[in-house]
């Protein structure tokens, strides 16, 4: 089963929900626990993965063979991302606005276009005590995180219980790293910015017909209008955490909360009792 852990904005707690659902599943669940917020990565500080293996990210970037061009524009035409300017005796790549899609090289009648590997990032490979972990890391000047999203996802074992950490948001990269998720998890806090970013959120979900169960963060700060919006929108509150000074201290050392708080445990685990319950 596939559940990824997602919220409209930052700071939330997503990843503090990610994390301590991983490492509260009991024996029985095998437990693959992917990090796909490749800009900002922070998963392991909590799980403190051994890391044992490390791998480069490329992304295939066009490079045009001037001699057999014949500027006809076919790839400029192609490209869903205008990262190709045919001019009359020039073709201009931008590599940063490449998907590496492999359209213009595939179309191109003359056969006038290679790919070239850029890297993007990388891949870190571990493991947290019997936590699988993966994530990646998108290099400093990068803007192409859902090249590197796929390839984290590539390595996905489906016979394992598989957490990922979703980045925030609801563009591109969220969608990258949600979809084909059995379930969804959307952490937020009763806020009118927790509103608004959920109903994005929820709504990105719904296109994508992933079920999904909200987290309220912090609960007892703001007012019910949540809460509300769950009830209309028939999407299951599934666990509430109120405002702690015990948490934001544990989160700020890089510890879990049931690191510090061992009832917390429980809580999470009935959090997965109830996912499984939605799925049957
Ligand atoms: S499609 Fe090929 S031949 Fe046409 S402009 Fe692009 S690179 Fe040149
Ligand atoms: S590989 Fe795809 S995204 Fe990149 S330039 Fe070619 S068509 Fe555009």
């Known amino acids: 089963m596939i559940i990824s852990v997602a919220s409209g904005k930052g700071g939330t707690g997503k990843t503090t929900v990610a994390v301590n659902l991983a490492l509260s599943l009991d024996e029985n669940q095998s437990v693959q626990f992917l990090d796909c917020d490749v800009e900002e990565p922070n998963a392991h500080f909590f799980l403190k993965p051994q890391i044992h293996k490390s791998q480069p990210v490329f992304l295939p970037v066009p490079e045009i063979i001037e001699e ?6 076919k790839c400029a035409e192609v490209c869903a991302y205008n990262a190709i300017a045919v001019l009359k005796d020039n ?11 492999g359209g213009c090289s595939l179309l191109c009648p003359e056969k006038a276009i290679n790919e070239k590997g850029q890297k993007i990032g990388k891949i870190e490979f571990g493991a947290s005590n019997d936590i ?15 090249p590197l999203i796929r390839e984290v996802k590539r390595h996905i ?31 937020t806090e009763p806020t009118p910015f927790g509103l608004n970013d959920l109903h ?23 007012d019910s209008q949540v809460e509300e919006y769950c009830l209309e929108q028939s999407i299951p509150v599934l666990m509430t955490i109120p405002m702690d000074r015990n948490i934001a201290v544990a989160y700020s050392k ?25 799925k049957k």
């Open 91 to 101: 073709v201009l790549v931008f590599p940063e606005l490449c998907h590496g899609c």
């Open 68 to 73: 057999k061009c014949t500027y006809c524009g």
């Open 132 to 146: 699988q972990f993966i994530h990646g890391k998108l290099d400093i000047g990068q803007a192409m995180s859902p």
């Open 157 to 187: 074992n489906s016979t394992k219980t598989v957490i990922i950490d979703a980045p925030p948001g609801t563009s591109c990269p969220v969608v990258e790293s949600v979809k084909g998720s059995d379930f969804s998890l959307l952490v």
């Open 254 to 278: 890089g510890e879990s909360i049931i690191a510090t708080q061992p009832d917390y445990r429980e809580k999470f685990q009935e959090l997965f009792r109830k996912i499984l319950a939605i």
């Open 200 to 222: 994005l959120a929820a709504e990105t979900l719904k296109k994508l017909e992933i079920p999904c169960g909200v987290v309220i963060n912090r609960s007892d700060i703001g």
